[in-house]
């Protein structure tokens, strides 16, 4: 994305249906990713260049950067079915 300031909305398609279990399973990822990956970038990178190949390594770098650079709606970390 080259302007994401410019982004109005965003519409994913997901490979799972949107059930309470495939939102635990989200919201566990999304965790992960922000306390692995975005808390400690540079040895997250250093990890995964040592131990996947070389697109799992490129693919580490633009979602730190994907991260870095954009926001998450309030309320992404909400525990599945604890309402709004």
Same mark, same amino acid.
């Given at each position: 994305? =080259? ?5 109005? !909305?965003?519409?994913?398609?997901? !490979?799972?249906?949107? @059930?309470? =279990? %495939?939102?635990?399973?989200?919201? &566990?990822?999304?965790?992960? @990713? ?12 250093? %990890?995964? !260049? ?6 799992? @390594? ?12 954009? @926001?998450?709606?309030? &309320?992404?970390?909400? =525990?599945?079915g604890? &309402?709004p």
């Amino acid at each position: 994305m =080259q302007k994401p300031e410019s982004v109005a !909305s965003l519409m994913l398609i997901e !490979s799972e249906p949107a @059930t309470a =279990q %495939w939102a635990r399973k989200l919201h &566990g990822l999304l965790g992960r @990713t922000v306390t692995e990956l975005c808390d400690n970038e540079a040895q997250a990178l250093a %990890w995964i !260049s040592t131990h996947r190949d070389a697109r799992t @390594t490129r693919l580490g770098k633009s979602a730190a950067r994907l991260l870095r650079t954009t @926001t998450l709606p309030p &309320g992404h970390t909400r =525990q599945p079915g604890a &309402g709004p």
